[in-house]
């Protein structure tokens, strides 16, 4: 009995041992592999943390009424590019016009009828209490006059600076109110990162600083200059809001999302080049070289810094990867160091 069970037990052993290397024997068959290779090194960088925020035109405005009418001309559409002072909407107006006709007649009645009682006056032929009352309602006419003719010019709405038409909320013949919003608009050439910046993070933020920020659709890294910071934390979120203007000629446009680079101190960690780390599946790994063999080291990447990775587990600091044909080694394949 004890014979036949030591005889099935080393099967088993020959048989799981088999089981576990076909991987690695097969790599020892392969022919050497060449590579280059680099040291692992530790460096420092600039800790920091990434703040979502939203992009926003520096200049923008919606435009209401400021008299009720029905609105008789809308020359722009969306998208449309006006220039300060051009006409944007223009309401009907014929009721203004007949109160101004109205003052203006009276101011120039009133305004006679002083002036004939100025001479009277010279002459004693009226009481002084006689010409003021004339004078006051001439005084009066006047007022009634500029009020009209403000009225009159508040039924045309103009475009505050240059900029685009972003929406329409009216058509003609529509009503205007006050407070009931026409147009928005915006000058989409000077635009800004907003971004609410959490209280552990704001004391690194400075007025006037340069802060690295990342817009989708946007290829190049974008150098933002801080430009307000709020004094106060809103009281539901602990955040301070953060105005950074973007440099002209970005490329980014309104609504998008940025990502606001905001410093936090020096942190170390160890890098290899990108080359280095190969991905199967849901694991990182990189090869070292050891005695001319890769061995295969499973890791945890951390930040890219420029063309290198941080790895903040599974290498030491001295260890040698390969950096060059990652993706064709294998577990115990024999390398060719290339200098």
């Known amino acids: 009995m004890k014979p036949a069970i030591f005889t099935a037990l080393g099967l088993m052993a020959l048989l799981t041992a088999c089981h576990k290397s076909p991987e690695r024997a097969a790599s020892t068959e392969l022919p050497a592999a060449k590579v280059r290779i680099q040291t692992i090194e530790s460096k420092t960088r600039t800790a920091t943390e990434e703040v979502m925020g939203t992009i926003r035109a520096r200049y923008r405005a919606v435009l209401e009424a400021k008299?009720?009418?029905?609105?008789?001309?809308?020359?722009?559409?969306?998208?449309?590019?006006?220039?300060?002072?051009?006409?944007?909407?223009?309401?009907?107006?014929?009721e203004i016009k007949a109160r101004l006709d109205q003052a203006l007649t009276q101011r120039e009645q009133f305004g006679r009828d002083t002036e004939r009682l100025r001479k009277l006056l010279?002459?004693?032929?009226?009481?002084?209490?006689?010409?003021?009352?004339?004078?006051?309602?001439?005084?009066?006419?006047?007022?009634?006059?500029?009020?009209?003719?403000?009225?009159?010019?508040?039924?045309?709405?103009?475009?505050?600076?240059?900029?685009?038409?972003?929406?329409?909320?009216?058509?003609?013949?529509?009503?205007?109110?006050?407070?009931?919003?026409?147009?928005?608009?915006?000058?989409?050439?000077?635009?800004?990162?907003?971004?609410?910046?959490?209280?552990?993070?704001?004391?690194?933020?400075?007025?006037?600083?340069?802060?690295?920020?990342?817009?989708?659709g946007v290829t190049n890294e974008l150098a933002a200059t801080v430009s307000e910071i709020a004094p106060a934390a809103d009281p539901n979120s602990r955040t301070f809001l953060v105005k950074c203007e973007l440099p002209s000629g970005s490329g980014a446009r309104t609504g998008q999302f940025g990502r606001l680079s905001v410093p936090l101190g020096e942190t170390t960690a160890l890098r290899v080049p990108a080359s280095a780390l190969t991905q199967r599946g849901q694991l990182e790994m990189v090869f070292a070289i050891v005695n001319n063999r890769a061995q295969m080291r499973l890791v945890k990447s951390g930040k890219r810094v420029g063309d290198e990775m941080e790895l903040l587990s599974g290498v030491t600091k001295g260890d040698q990867v390969a950096i060059e044909n990652v993706t064709v080694l294998r577990d115990g394949q024999a390398v060719e160091v290339i200098r």
């Open 67 to 94: 008299v009720s009418g029905s609105i008789e001309k809308l020359p722009v559409v969306l998208g449309h590019s006006v220039k300060s002072g051009e006409l944007l909407v223009e309401l009907d107006a014929r």
């Open 122 to 216: 010279a002459n004693n032929a009226v009481s002084r209490q006689e010409f003021e009352t004339i004078e006051s309602r001439y005084r009066v006419a006047v007022a009634a006059v500029t009020e009209a003719e403000t009225l009159l010019a508040y039924t045309k709405v103009i475009a505050p600076f240059d900029g685009v038409i972003t929406r329409k909320h009216v058509e003609v013949g529509d009503l205007a109110a006050p407070g009931k919003p026409l147009l928005e608009m915006e000058d989409p050439r000077s635009l800004r990162l907003e971004a609410d910046v959490p209280e552990a993070a704001i004391s690194s933020i400075v007025s006037g600083a340069k802060l690295p920020v990342r817009i989708a």
